[in-house]
């Protein structure tokens, strides 16, 4: 997998016949009692000096990630649109500056249903981002959380449940990675003998838990889970030399796992 092209909001990669594009959507500022020890407990005074700050807080890019196949593209993730913080919203203009015609886009498939995935589906100006759109794709265990967003009320019967195990299409395969919420999934991009995890939550903080993969997330739905589920990511991409594209790594958010004296290490690309 190498780097093709970038700009301020994108950045496009080649694997096998693929072209993966990383898409900025935006940040998020959390505060740093979002992160949980073993037992579900903040960290207080003793936050490890390695947890990078900005302005006293957390910082969580907001990344999705579209792949190309030369006819269709499909998407993994939408961002928040105007759902949420003024920080987010930047994916149609990502897609401009990727040069992605959004009526290319004919597959959307969410890894989970927290806003800041599915709202992208609709502008600020409440028409469709995505006006070809022809599969929505929903982690069958959450087709409920996803009918219960009000503000995207006539995608509701549109969606269409997948499970893991599943191929989603020629080379995307949905991988359960359960824990953060209930239908989490991480997406095995394959071609050309490379392979990609887009894995949507698994980190959260990446200057810390690549490191400590045991610290989780207040939002985690739960916590056990999500801790097991990520060191199973982690190790499956270190030991299989994939490549991983994260919805929260820092911008653009793809690279390669190593594993490290004490855990794992990230290597962006
Ligand atoms: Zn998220």
Redesign the pocket.
């Known amino acids: 997998m190498k780097r093709n092209s970038s700009g301020d909001n994108y950045v496009s990669y080649e694997i096998g016949a693929l072209t993966l594009t990383s898409l900025r959507d935006g940040y998020v500022d959390m505060p740093t009692t979002r992160l949980r020890q073993p037992g579900n407990k903040v960290f207080g005074d003793g936050l490890p000096r390695q947890v990078r700050l900005v302005d006293g807080n957390l910082r969580l890019s907001v990344n999705a990630f579209a792949l190309d196949d030369g006819t269709d593209v499909t998407l993994v993730d939408t961002g928040a649109s105007n759902a949420w913080l003024d920080s987010m919203g930047l994916l149609p203009q990502a897609l401009r500056e990727a040069n992605i015609a959004v009526d290319r886009i004919r597959t959307i498939a969410f890894t989970h249903t ?1 806003i ?2 599915i709202n992208g589906l609709i502008l600020p100006d409440g028409q469709d981002a995505f006006p070809r759109l022809s599969r929505l794709l929903v982690p069958k265990e959450e087709l409920d959380m996803f009918r219960a967003e009000a503000r995207l009320q006539r995608f509701h019967e549109r969606a269409e449940t997948f499970e893991a195990g599943e191929r989603i299409g020629a080379n995307i395969e949905a991988m359960a990675a359960h824990g953060h919420e209930v239908g989490h999934t991480c997406f095995r991009i394959t071609s050309g003998g490379e392979s990609v995890l887009a894995w949507g ?1 698994i980190v959260h903080v990446p200057s810390i838990q690549f490191e400590q993969p045991e610290i989780t997330w207040e939002f985690d739905g739960d916590q056990e889970q999500a801790r097991a589920s990520r060191l199973r990511m982690m190790a499956l991409a270190a030991d299989n030399m994939y490549y991983v594209a994260g ?2 790594l820092d911008s653009p958010g793809v690279g390669r796992i190593a594993r490290s004296r004490t855990a794992f290490r990230f290597e962006p690309l």
């Open positions: 927290h800041d995935h939550d919805a929260h």
